[in-house]
């Protein structure tokens, strides 16, 4: 009989698609996904429709991206980081951040080397790695401040490694990595020549006066680095799959060649929308970090009501809270109790660790504050039933 390959034999439907059915199922309250229950800006809205009525953007568009939209990223890139990006051989646009890390890795890894993974990850990485023929050397942030433990990272590097996946700000922990560990990471990267793949899909989700700091921007490292964004993540429009990737073109034209046949191009009216996106001003990035500056502290003060343990993030719009003083069990096992019986659902995060570390967040579970004020109030009231 016919049968699936054997590099994806191994692969479960993933904790996202069982917790978003079991919360359909019993009406829960959903902080699993992170799925904004509001629409984007209207003048980004308004812009996708015009495209997709003027008769130039429903045929296919450049397979790198349309010129406006990688001059646009590139200007943004200038504009908050004074990095210089060429737009024109610097630059893909791909369906989505998790496409664009996919492609990024295509283009730059081979069979058979390593490649740095931080615990916990955001859970397509290893899959990739997995499908690539790559092996993944797992460094975990050690809880309950989700910190890395330098002489680990060191041991990490060896003479096969040929890059490191990094993530800041951090989902799932919301920890923002602060200059020190940056500066750690670009001299391990330098002093091994080693690729960063930076996944920074968050950069305008930080609180309290954290900074996010681009990698690339640390001496040395623009040429070390390919950096991965997300309209869907800063502009509240994660259906539309928009991303990029930007870097040297040295390291550029590895990912476009692998992009070329994996998708080809990037849906086109979503292209000329996010082009106003990235070029709103700097009122609208204010604007929507005190947002969700007030959405972080509505779900803190539910998970605090409900006795879970929090430590207060510092960017993206996730937190994990520690529920061993209020469940006996582990992390899934809460997030089945919790979805069915509390009817609030949340992702536990063991998935997104390897067999070795992942006892680290066995009490641990994360949840999306990307949500209307109305439903983290809902969530709230529920979650206070857990405490009683």
Same mark, same amino acid.
């Given at each position: ?13 993933? !904790? ?28 980004? !809205? ?16 450049? =397979? ?10 590139? =200007?943004?890139?200038?504009? %908050? ?19 664009? @890390? %996919? ?26 790695? +997995? ?13 309950? *401040? ?36 940056? *500066?750690? !990471? ?14 920074? @899909? ?23 680095? @390919? ?25 550029i034209e590895g990912v476009a060649r692998a992009h070329q046949y994996i998708t080809f191009s990037t849906h086109?009216?979503?292209q000329a929308a996010a082009t106003v996106a990235l070029n709103l001003p700097g009122s609208y990035f204010e ?14 003060g539910g998970l605090a009501g409900a006795g879970l343990k929090t430590r207060t993030p510092e960017g993206t ?5 520690? %529920?061993?003083? +209020? ?19 949340? !992702? ?20 999306? %504050? ?7 109030? *809902? ?10």
């Amino acid at each position: 009989m016919p049968s699936m390959s054997k590099r994806v034999s191994g692969f479960a439907t993933t !904790i996202f698609t069982e917790i978003n059915e079991l919360a359909l199922q019993h009406g829960a309250v959903n902080l699993g996904q992170g799925r904004p229950d509001f629409d984007g800006p209207p003048e980004v !809205i308004e812009a996708a429709e015009r495209a997709l009525r003027d008769g130039k953007h429903n045929q296919y568009p450049p =397979g790198i991206g349309i010129a406006p939209l990688r001059e646009a990223i590139a =200007g943004h890139v200038s504009r %908050f980081y004074g990095l210089e990006v060429d737009a024109g051989r610097g630059v893909i646009v791909t369906p989505g951040a998790t496409v664009a @890390v %996919f492609t990024a890795l295509m283009g730059l890894i081979d069979r058979g080397d390593e490649v740095i993974v931080i615990e916990p990850y955001f859970d397509s990485y290893v899959p990739n790695l +997995v499908m690539l023929g790559a092996t993944p050397v797992y460094v975990p942030l050690h809880p309950p *401040e989700w910190t890395l433990d330098p002489d680990e990272l060191r041991a990490a590097f060896t003479p096969h490694t040929r890059a490191i996946l990094l993530n800041t700000p951090h989902n799932p922990t919301g920890r923002v990595f602060t200059q020190a560990e940056l *500066e750690l !990471i670009a001299g391990l990267c330098i002093e091994h020549d080693v690729t960063v793949i930076s996944d920074e @899909v968050y950069e305008h989700l930080t609180f309290d006066g954290a900074l996010h700091t681009p990698i690339a921007s640390l001496p040395g490292m623009f040429d070390h680095t @390919v950096t991965v964004g997300s309209l869907g993540k800063t502009f509240s429009v994660t259906g539309w799959k928009t991303g990029w990737v930007y870097g040297p073109p040295a390291l550029i034209e590895g990912v476009a060649r692998a992009h070329q046949y994996i998708t080809f191009s990037t849906h086109h009216p979503s292209q000329a929308a996010a082009t106003v996106a990235l070029n709103l001003p700097g009122s609208y990035f204010e604007e929507f970090q005190a947002m969700y500056t007030a959405k972080r502290d509505l779900l803190l003060g539910g998970l605090a009501g409900a006795g879970l343990k929090t430590r207060t993030p510092e960017g993206t719009y996730f937190l994990l809270a520690d %529920f061993s003083d +209020v469940f006996d069990g582990d992390d899934l096992e809460f997030a089945r109790h919790l979805t069915t019986d509390i009817g609030v659902a949340c !992702i536990p995060p063991t998935f997104f660790y390897s067999t070795e570390h992942a006892h680290m967040a066995s009490t641990q579970a994360r949840f999306a %504050f990307c949500k209307s004020d109305t439903t983290l109030q *809902e969530a709230a009231r529920r979650l206070a039933a857990l405490h009683r």
